[in-house]
């Protein structure tokens, strides 16, 4: 077997087929209220779920995307950490 037989092609981007199957469909992966699709796994012992447009939402607020890109967590500050000077 030659090395150029062995050769592989690879891509970035996954290909996934969409999850959604209910109606209406959950939000995309791209669109701004991705975080509200359903559910598909949820593992709060690990620290993320899995949505059903694909997304990965882990429980500090961050995500992957099924594209590669990740969102930085964006957890609000809970009011009473919130201090102010006197």
Known sequence: MSAQSRRTSTTTQRKNPSMCQHQPACPTADSADREAARLTAHHPEQGW???????????????????GQIIAPHRPLAAGRVTTAA
Do not use: A, Q
């Open 49 to 67: 779920s899995l949505l059903c447009n694909g997304v990965l939402l882990f429980e500090d607020t961050g995500e992957l995307l099924p594209d």
